[in-house]
T-cell receptor
Framework: DTAVSQTPKYLVTQMGNDKSIKCEQN?????MYWYKQDSKKFLKIMFS???????INETVPNRFSPKSPDKAHLNLHINSLELGDSAVYFC?????????????FGPGTRLTVL | DAKTTQPTSMDCAEGRAANLPCNHS???????VYWYRQIHSQGPQYIIH???NNETNEMASLIITEDRKSSTLILPHATLRDTAVYYC?????????????FGQGTTLQVKP
């Protein structure tokens, strides 16, 4: 069974459109993340939610809005898509225990904005 | 910004040990060293972590110098499937928001 899944795997859209990427984890973790990997392959944290509460927002444009309907899901909605939003977006989850924890990553969603 | 420095790329012969160095000279006492890897077109994968003692698991060994300013990830018998980008990350434990700060990593090419 897939631990962290994302849909869709590929997303091609026009500038100005609004799109959503969905993420689900079946690990029972409390914390979920969104990372962005740009064309230069740098991976950067965007958001983190713990038990549906936003705990990290790394100066991401307001066009990006994460939503966590329950602790197993963290979706990413992007308004007014721009060319620079083209990237691979990774969802991850972890179970912080007050000590070191590992993050489990999804397979990624490759977003292409034309 | 990442607090680690790694070589951009390395080669390793299949079946031989791959030793990947990482410099983290500004590491604090409450920061762990983590290693992740990213195989082409996949999400990053956790490998191992340590604080000050050497660690070993089914994937790799982590050797941390006594002053904790550098570490080495060892893949004892590299296979072609170990070809990936390897990231060394330092991360605080207490007050930890959980975020991982990735640097450029080391691209390891395992050759037959």
């Amino acid at each position: 069974d897939t631990a962290v899944s994302q849909t869709p795997k590929y997303l091609v859209t026009q500038m100005g459109n609004d799109k959503s990427i969905k993420c689900e984890q079946n690990l029972g973790h409390d914390t979920m993340y969104w990372y962005k990997q740009d064309s230069k392959k740098f991976l950067k944290i965007m958001f983190s939610y713990n038990n549906k509460e936003l705990i990290i927002n790394e100066t991401v444009p307001n066009r990006f809005s994460p939503k966590s309907p329950d602790k197993a899901h963290l979706n990413l909605h992007i308004n007014s898509l721009e060319l620079g939003d083209s990237a691979v977006y990774f969802c991850a989850s972890s179970q912080p225990r007050g000590g070191p924890d590992e993050q489990f990553f999804g397979p990624g969603t490759r977003l292409t904005v034309l | 910004d990442a607090k680690t420095t790694q070589p951009t790329s390395m080669d390793c012969a299949e079946g031989r040990a791959a030793n990947l160095p990482c410099n983290h000279s500004t590491i604090s006492g409450n920061e762990y060293v983590y290693w992740y890897r990213q195989i082409h077109s996949q999400g990053p994968q956790y490998i191992i972590h340590g604080l000050k003692n050497n660690e070993t698991n089914e994937m790799a060994s982590l050797i941390i110098t006594e002053d904790r300013k550098s570490s080495t990830l060892i893949l004892p018998h590299a296979t072609l499937r170990d070809t990936a980008v390897y990231y060394c990350i330092v991360r605080p434990v207490s007050g930890n928001t959980g975020k991982l700060i990735f640097g450029q990593g080391t691209t390891l090419q395992v050759k037959p």
